[in-house]
């Protein structure tokens, strides 16, 4: 018995993603030779357990006279991974009226192998957060996690495209990406979004991927926190922090729950460890300007940040900075308090600048290097050579340079004490 129908698939699957939709084109045509109209009831497998096709919005009453073609797209979804072919695939056909001598047909697609396989899109879950910004970026943080059950050889992730990421790795290699790896690096991103790509082999078929996502705003992730209000109540926790300088070194020791750095740009360590067995992500935020802070690893409760110390005072300076420890059922906030102590070698800089400008202007030139040692120093190096013209008692102004210093070590000593309470 001939078919109503011949269907052609052109663009037939080689492998398809489980638990995905993925589309299907079908060719139908009534040959020429045939007598009478049928028409497209629908189309089905099978095997509905294991196969579900969205025929909800494809047309009830296409007819075909003899001659006559038309393309159909549907929708189809495996529930499991494994072995299947087309032919399993059938279009419902039935005749218009008696003319067509034959009764209702299930016309089977042309026979065709292909593979269901594990949807690497769905096992391996890929998350932004927002770092912070610079002038031709955003810096984030990406966190690849494999959320499946499928070992995926030779994995490979990609970020792009190239024009849009400004710094950092743009291509990964795992020989073995397994169920539960994660795995976090930083991207600095011009533009709204990034491209990322993912492939894997399993089970001899080759896997790809792709998804776009977009770049987290400044309110997704707040670098600063308001202090408390009592429209916003939150609870408090109290946790270990450990600082070590990032160089090497002696832990930091915290004095009165106070912990002293010193600035210039100097990187530490910090170790904040929960006290919640249930937290699940900590989040130190910056204090613009003053403090940077990156991200590091985290191992069950506790998480590691690269703390930058930008400001660098003339004298002891406190600064406050928030962490979220983040629970399942609540976000807990807790505080570091840092104390910025000034560098031995910016003292000497502004004792030298200010017993330089003594000498070559007088007393009055002593008070406004103080207040802005920095312009002062620049008018010293351009003014330096009428050093050399001093003589006598006018030198020996310059031994105010210890003085100077000995006295802001002094003035910092007292005020230290009233600023950390």
Sequence with gaps: MQPHVTIDVPDRWESVPVGEVVSLRLLIERPADRVGTVRIRGVRHRDESVVSLNTDLLPRDVTLSPGDRFALSVGVRFATPGSHNLSRMLVQVDPVD??????????PLPAHPFQVVPSIEREVAITLARICRYDDGVKVEVT???????DWQAFELSAGPEQRVRSGVTRHHKPVLRPGDRTTFELI???ESVEF??????????????????????DDRAVEYAPF?????????????????EAGGAMVVPVGGVFPVFGAKA???????????RAQ????????????????KQERTTREFLVTVVENPVLTQPIRMYYDVNLPDQTLRGELHLSIRPTSAKLWTIALTAGAAVTLKGATAFVPALLNPDSAFDEVMTEGWALLNKRGLDLLQLASIFFIRG???????????????
């Design 98 to 107: 008696d003319s067509t001598g034959v009764g209702n047909q299930l016309v």
């Design 144 to 150: 690849v996690h494999h959320t499946g059950a499928t």
């Design 189 to 191: 991103v011009g533009g």
């Design 197 to 218: 790509g993912t492939s894997g082999t399993t089970g001899g078929v080759r896997v790809d991927g792709r998804r776009t996502l977009a770049i987290p705003g400044a």
């Design 229 to 245: 209000t009592f429209l916003e109540p939150r609870s408090l926790t109290t946790d270990r922090i450990d600082i070590v300088p």
């Design 267 to 277: 990187r530490y360590l910090v170790k904040i460890h929960s006290s919640d067995s």
């Design 281 to 296: 992500e900590i989040e130190l935020f910056e204090a613009p300007g003053q403090v940077e802070v990156e991200k590091r």
């Design 407 to 421: 006295g802001l070590w002094a003035v910092d000593r007292i005020w230290r004490p009233i600023q950390e309470g």
